[in-house]
């Protein structure tokens, strides 16, 4: 049984809203959206590719049940979420969000690249990516 149908429909709910603020909180373009929960030092994380166009977008409904999935489960031990934009020209924009009780507390400029260009495994800072704006992450209207 996947982790997307042991939901209620409580949490179904407020996972299904979270993941719609996400992806209504970015203009047009193609997007990645990676979610990740953590806890007792494992980590799950899940993640669905989308473009959008208006008020249109191509969710894929498999990768929408997984991301809630993780969406629920941050919501109890928290979490994170990233949007990676990706432009015609091969540059993209990062934001991100940290995530609490179906929250998501949007991160600054600095927290982002700091999340980025940071080793997880050392500590010690790394290169920014090339052709990789750190940008502020709007507030998500749920």
């Known amino acids: 049984m996947a982790i997307s149908q042991t939901l209620t429909p409580y949490e179904a709910g407020r996972a299904s809203a979270l993941l719609m603020g ?3 909180a970015v203009g047009d373009g193609c997007h990645h959206l990676v979610v990740a929960a953590s806890a007792n ?3 799950l994380s899940a993640c669905v590719p989308f473009c959008k166009d208006g008020e249109a977008s191509s969710l894929d409904p498999e990768g929408a049940l997984e991301v809630m999935a993780v969406l629920a489960l941050a919501a109890v031990v928290g979490g994170g979420a990233v949007m990676r934009t990706n432009f ?3 540059t993209s ?3 991100g969000w940290k995530l609490v009780e179906y929250h998501a507390k949007p991160l600054s400029v600095a927290e982002i690249s700091s999340a980025y260009c940071t080793d997880a495994a050392t500590g010690e800072p790394i290169p920014p990516e090339w052709g990789v704006e750190y940008a502020a ?6």
Request: no cysteine; net charge neutral; hydrophobic share 45%.
């Open 22 to 24: 996400f992806v209504n």
């Open 41 to 43: 030092g494992a980590t």
């Open 88 to 90: 015609a020209d091969e």
């Open 93 to 95: 924009e990062v934001r």
């Open 137 to 142: 992450a709007p507030r998500l209207r749920v």
